[in-house]
């Protein structure tokens, strides 16, 4: 089992930055894949960003050239730098890890964290 916590959301202007941190804890050495979705009222949750152990990275061309995603030296934190920020990205952001363990994968999802930009 995995637990997820965000944190580093509130607010920005546009043109700014924010950065969004994911902690990770329990099993988290079986995490292959980490991801931020986004999601704002009466709308489906989008998928942000996303990392894996492939290395086969994914934004949304929203975000491209202006998020990044990185993970911490240890295994446990994932990273979202957002920069140039625009009012479009005013959502809740929530981060997702999935786990594989032997063929079954597990989906691990955080609260979701408040972020807003003012023009």
């Known amino acids: 089992h995995v637990e997820l916590v965000e944190s580093g959301g509130g607010s920005g202007r546009a043109g700014g930055s924010l950065r969004l941190s994911c902690a990770a804890s329990?099993?988290?050495?079986?995490?292959?894949?980490w991801a931020w979705y986004r999601q704002t009222p009466g709308k489906e949750r989008d998928l942000v960003a996303r990392?894996?152990?492939?290395?086969?990275?994914y934004y949304a061309d929203s975000v491209k050239g202006r998020f990044t995603l990185s993970r911490g030296t240890t295994r446990n934190t994932m990273y979202m730098e957002m920069n140039n920020l625009k009012p479009e990205a005013t959502a809740v952001y929530s981060c997702?890890?999935?786990?594989?363990?032997?063929?079954?994968?597990?989906?691990?999802w955080g609260q979701g964290i408040q972020v807003t930009v003012s023009s």
């Open positions: 997702h890890a999935a786990t594989l363990v032997g063929q079954i994968t597990y989906d691990y």
């Open positions: 329990g099993s988290i050495f079986n995490i292959n894949l």
């Open positions: 990392i894996s152990d492939g290395g086969y990275d």
